[in-house]
């Protein structure tokens, strides 16, 4: 039997993220029994060769059809709900194909335009010098920019896309429920709006690229059309947030001389910034699975259907991954299909952040930092720099 951890594996917005994972794999077996916030029972497993390897493991589910302790999760209408975060199998494999064209690598220099540009944007409406609002001012903006641009919103409707998203950034959306429910509804409304206007009128954007996308007579019905849209926003914006302001805080503090030194030579640039990502990585947990029969993990036997709770932070930590690939978008079938897309947000922001300001310091130790009152990831909920 594993150790029974109560809750404290999903304590929210505590800096000593490491130490809390770390004990979670050293707590032999590495696979422990615990409950969410909410009650429900889970088991949480550790260690780089366990995570990886259930990450891959075609038996381990992320449907919540597929779990058999009632398994509740968040409250979704039907059509959001079967999104590719939360499907799997032959569905999954089906949505997955259609839309993975559309972040392929032949629109990566068109998606990088989007990129720069957005983010030219918000750093030249940047203070020139004394204490830089980082988050506010940059890592918050940029999702909903970026997003919504490459969803194909016209620049009146991208404008009321970017309003609509700041509840998503407020510092404690659990308590902020009924406005985030109500940011997410008014942003899908407005995807939901053009959709009929790209079938019309197909242009260079994800919108148009899912409509036309075919995998012999198969194509995406609306329903899947609108999952997309809000998986893309649930994946691409806090996680971005998270991520930028991660490498940011990271490079400002400790490695702000080598990554000047970078500036010349963009693909060093880049594996300096892809780097630091793997060594900030912000995400503590992977989405909950749930095995599709018994299984066996590190000699513990988890029942088919329990919510299983893998900890990334603990693989990232473990001496066992030496110097293989990290897990920041994730590990098999789910790795995340707006990976690059995220990496070139990190990279451009920290490019030209550091063009901007010849001297930057942080105000105060990460520390003292405001945390999101979140347990799945270590997200900064402020960044400010100094430039004296």
Known sequence: ???????????????????????????????????????????????????????????????????TTGFRGQNLPAALEANLLNIDGEQHRRVRKLAAEAF????????????????????????????????????????????????????????????????????????????????????????????DDKRRDPGDDLLSRWLSARDGQ??????????????????????????????????????????????????????????VMGAVAPVNYALRRFPLTDIDVNGIRIPRGHTVILSLRSAHLDPARRERHDLVFGHGRHFCIGAALAEMQAVHVARAVLEKYPVLKPVKPREQYLLRPSWLTYALAELSVSTA
Not at 29 to 36: D, I, R, S, T
Not at 175 to 191: D, E, I, N, S
Not at 220 to 242: P, R
């Open 1 to 67: 039997m594993g150790m029974k951890m109560g809750r404290c594996p999903f304590t929210a917005g505590i800096h000593a993220v490491d130490e809390l994972h770390e004990d979670l794999r050293t707590s032999e077996p590495g696979v422990h029994e615990a409950e969410l916030p909410d009650g429900s029972p889970v088991w949480v497993v550790t260690g780089w060769d366990a995570v990886t390897t259930l990450l891959a493991d075609p038996r381990m589910s992320a449907a919540k059809a597929d779990s």
């Open 104 to 195: 392929a690598p032949a629109h990566h220099a068109s998606q990088e335009q989007v990129v720069r540009a957005a983010v030219t944007e918000l750093v030249d409406a940047l203070p020139a010098t004394g204490d830089i609002d980082l988050m506010g001012g940059l890592c918050e903006p940029l999702p909903p920019q970026v997003i919504g641009t490459l969803l194909g919103l016209p620049a009146d409707k991208l404008d009321a896309f970017r309003a609509a998203a700041r509840p998503l950034f407020l510092i404690d959306t659990s308590t902020h429920g009924a406005a985030v429910q109500g940011a997410m509804g008014t942003m899908l409304m407005l995807v939901a709006g053009v959709i």
């Open 218 to 275: 198969d194509r995406l019905s609306e329903d899947e059309l609108i999952s997309l849209a809000f998986a893309v926003i649930i994946g691409g914006f806090e996680n971005v947030t998270s991520l930028t302001s991660a490498v940011l805080d990271e490079l400002v503090r400790y490695r702000c001389e080598e990554a000047r030194e970078l500036l010349g030579s963009p693909p060093e640039f880049a594996r300096l910034v892809r780097k």
